[in-house]
């Protein structure tokens, strides 16, 4: 999302264009990202109920992954799986990994 | 306050304390909501308008906090709502409310204040001096002092459509100072009820909380890649606001023959001497400047009416090129070199090319008198400063034992 100067924006941080959080990307505050294994996975979907941030992605009722725009790395997720599938690694190591 | 000679109302004599000419002007407003706590010296105007709501001479939601922190509060949601909202409060109660003083000039709520000026503890103290909306000069509110009882009626109608203009869209407060002003009789005249209706209109929002179909948050978070331009739009708003009360004020004038600018000149034209006061002292200074004029010295008084925003360009057009300027100030700025009142004088000489001898006194904390007789005193000291330059500190305290 650009960012606008003062003279484009409302004033007193107004908002009217209800649901725009979508575009408000949070995903760059992260410092653990949450990793997870499908194979344990058992589509529970505990973590869809208890991510705070609506980050759990599930398509046609079955758990495809994380939206990592938005996620913001508190690991509720991780800590609440039943079956241990997701786990927490430091954003630096998994962007080496990456490398 | 000058007056003219063309009104379209005749104005209606009576005999008022400012607390209870500025109930009075409530009553004629009739704000959708009123959230107020009730503190000395501003108690009057709670109680007067509380005997309004009870009565049923107004339509106005009073709701009776627990503090000034609850009554900003509530203002500020109130505001948020799309009403017209008004507030009153004193010394400690306006420190009470100094978090979220900011919170509705950052919302950009048209909020108007009645603040009836009183000294902050400790020691305690009920009486008159200017630390308590001093202490709030950078909250962002427009800041404007009244010298009378006239004045407090008039300026306290001039708020509403100074916070609403579109241009504004800020909280807005008129200063009277307490006691004397507020606790003192003085023969005024006010508007009919419809006069002041016709004046001040109706207010309709751009965005309110209770409009439905445009739905809007107020007062989110706001952060590093924002706040700053959210700010930038405030510093341009009470700016805006420099023409918007010289507006405002002339048009009141032809409504009420009762004009009211940025500041007003006393006997200025030759003047070589010349006293900068706010508020109540403004008048009596007026009768000092009588006094010394008789005496053969040119003095002259330059009241500020609009403290904030502060009409710099035109306080040094006006003075700049005086022999010798005295700044009043009820109140200190700890540690500075000057009081508010001098500093924002001084900054506007230096920034406009204009160099005359300065000196500040500091007088009237705690209720302390200033006499006509005192500042004689200080007109006779700036004719001293003119022959021998300034010996000795910028800042005086005067009144004060040693």
Redesign the interface.
């Known amino acids: 999302m650009a960012?606008?100067?003062?003279h484009e924006?409302?004033?007193?941080?107004?908002?009217?264009d209800?649901g725009n959080s979508i575009d408000y990307k949070t995903g760059d505050w992260r410092s653990y990202r949450p990793i997870w294994d499908d194979k344990k996975c058992n589509n529970c979907k505990v973590c869809w109920v208890y991510c705070p941030d609506g980050s759990i992605v599930v398509k046609d009722g079955v758990m495809i992954g994380m939206d990592l725009d938005h996620c913001k790395g508190c690991g509720i997720c991780a800590q609440e799986c039943p079956q241990k599938a997701i786990k927490m690694v430091e954003e630096t190591k998994v962007r080496e990994a990456v490398k | 306050m000058t007056t003219m000679k063309v009104a379209k109302y005749k104005g209606i004599p009576k005999g008022l304390e400012g607390d209870r000419a500025v109930a009075e002007a409530m009553r004629q407003m009739n704000p959708d909501v009123v959230a107020a706590y009730p503190i000395t010296p501003q108690t009057e105007i709670v109680m007067r308008f509380s005997d309004f709501v009870a009565n049923g001479e107004v339509d106005t939601e009073f709701i009776a906090v627990e503090s000034e922190h609850a009554a900003m509060s509530s203002c500020i949601g109130a505001a948020a709502a799309g009403g017209r909202v008004q507030t009153a409060t004193s010394g400690a109660g306006m420190a009470l409310m100094w978090e979220v003083l900011w919170v509705a000039t950052?919302?950009?709520?048209p909020i108007v204040m009645h603040a009836v000026n009183r000294s902050l503890s400790s020691p305690l103290n009920i009486h008159c001096d200017h630390s308590d909306t001093m202490g709030m000069r950078d909250a962002g509110w427009v800041h404007i002092f009244d010298e009378n009882v006239q004045e407090a009626y008039d300026n306290a109608i001039q708020m509403v459509r100074i916070a609403e203009h579109p241009d504004v869209?800020l909280p807005a407060l008129h200063a009277l100072d307490g006691f004397i002003i507020g606790h003192s009789v003085e023969r005024l005249e006010t508007l009919p009820d419809e006069a002041v209706k016709e004046f001040i209109g109706t207010y309709t929002p751009k965005?309110s909380l209770l409009d439905f179909e445009?739905?809007?948050?107020?007062?989110?978070m706001?952060l590093p890649?924002?706040f700053f331009?959210?700010k930038?739009?405030q510093a341009?708003?009470i700016q805006n606001a420099l023409d918007v009360i010289v507006k405002v004020g002339k048009e009141y004038g032809e409504l009420s023959g009762r004009p009211y600018g940025l500041m007003e000149e006393y006997r200025m034209d030759d003047a070589d001497y010349v006293l900068v006061a706010l508020g109540s002292t403004a008048g009596t200074s007026k009768v000092a400047v009588d006094m010394m004029r008789d005496s053969g010295v040119k003095a002259g008084l330059l009241k500020i009416r609009c403290f904030r925003p502060f009409p710099h360009k035109m306080v040094s057009e006006v003075l700049g090129k005086r022999k010798v300027v005295g700044v009043l100030d009820r109140s200190i700025s700890f540690g500075a070199q000057t009081g508010p009142l001098c500093l924002e004088v001084i900054t506007s000489f230096f920034t406009h090319g204009c160099y005359p001898k300065v000196v500040n006194y500091v007088y009237g904390l705690g209720g302390r008198d200033i006499t006509p007789a005192q500042i004689c005193e200080m007109y006779k000291e700036l004719v001293e400063i003119d022959k021998k330059g300034i010996t000795g500190p910028i800042q005086r305290f005067f009144g004060v034992r040693d």
């Open positions: 960012l606008k100067g003062w924006i409302l004033i007193g941080g107004m908002i009217t209800v | 950052g919302s950009r709520l869209m965005y445009h739905p809007a948050t107020f007062g989110p706001d890649d924002y331009e959210h930038r739009q341009e708003a």
